[in-house]
Structures are given as structure tokens and as C-alpha cells.
């Protein structure tokens, strides 16, 4: 036993990805998802399964609207675009994963939708400035002396 706790169910892992990316990104308008039923289809839909292949086209039938219009709505509304706020909630997701589970780094970025463990090392220094790895073991007091020095 490695003293982790075992992964979440599902609706509360997704219930703690979002809280984490609110806090990410404080200055999206999160209270869309909310007021817009079009908006809520759908980020209840990726906040559930963030792996999956979120397409503009996908979406936007989730959403009722056209792909065009969807994107723009958005945009307009959430003020990011759509494949930004996916990114962002699969990284929400991973830092759930990396730090409540023994998952493997590869492993979490398979589970939430990145291609490769590559792909969520790059999404995690856009992101939040600092690496999965140093998330999930820790290094990031290191990391901050190393830069420093």
C-alpha cells in the first residue's frame, strides 16, 4: 500500500477537475456553462470523458448549433476556444489523477485524452509552468532553485 487514495468515481474526479480549472484560469467566464443549456451539454459531456475526440463538429451537435457558430459562441462566451478549454480541463483531470492515484504519467495522459505523455508535458508547461513529473513527485521546490540559480 503506497498510501494514495484510490482513483475517484467518475463525477467527483470531474467535479475536481473543474474546481482546479477555475483556478487555472480564473478570468474565463465559467458561469456560462451554467446559463447556456447549449454550453452545458457540452461541458458536462467533456467533463465526463475528457479522452474522448472533442471535435468542433462533435460539439457542436451536442450543442444543437452549427460548427461555425458554435466556435464562435464559445469563443465569445467562455473566451478561450474550444480545443484551449478541452486542454485545460485534461489537464484539470490529470493533476486529479497524478496526485490521487499510483497512475503512471503515461498512463494519466492516455486516460485523459493526450496523445502522448509528450503532448501532456507540453500542455503542463503552457498550462501551469511546471512539468507533470515534478506534479506528481514533488520536485517543484527543486525545479524553482534550478531557475533561480
Known amino acids: 500500500m503506497t498510501g494514495r487514495c484510490p482513483e475517484y468515481p467518475p463525477a467527483v474526479e470531474a467535479q475536481l477537475a473543474i474546481a ?4 487555472l484560469a480564473p478570468d474565463l467566464c465559467w ?3 451554467s446559463l447556456d443549456p447549449r454550453l452545458s451539454r457540452v461541458g458536462e459531456n467533456v467533463l465526463k470523458d475528457p479522452a474522448c475526440q472533442w471535435t468542433l463538429k462533435r460539439v457542436s451537435r451536442i450543442g444543437c448549433t452549427a460548427e461555425s457558430a458554435f466556435s464562435r ?3 465569445q462566451r467562455v473566451g478561450v476556444s474550444l480545443t484551449q ?3 485545460l480541463v485534461r489537464v484539470g483531470h490529470a493533476l486529479v489523477l497524478l496526485g ?8 494519466v495522459a492516455t486516460r485523459v485524452g493526450f ?3 509528450r503532448t501532456l508535458q507540453r500542455a503542463f508547461k503552457d498550462v501551469i509552468g511546471q512539468s507533470a513529473r515534478s506534479i506528481k513527485y514533488g520536485k517543484r521546490a527543486e525545479s524553482a532553485e534550478n531557475r533561480v540559480s
Open 20 to 23: 482546479i480549472c477555475r483556478r
Open 31 to 33: 458561469e456560462v456553462f
Open 73 to 75: 459562441m464559445f469563443h
Open 85 to 87: 478549454w478541452v486542454r
Open 100 to 107: 490521487a492515484t499510483d497512475m503512471t504519467i503515461p498512463d
Open 115 to 117: 496523445r502522448s505523455e
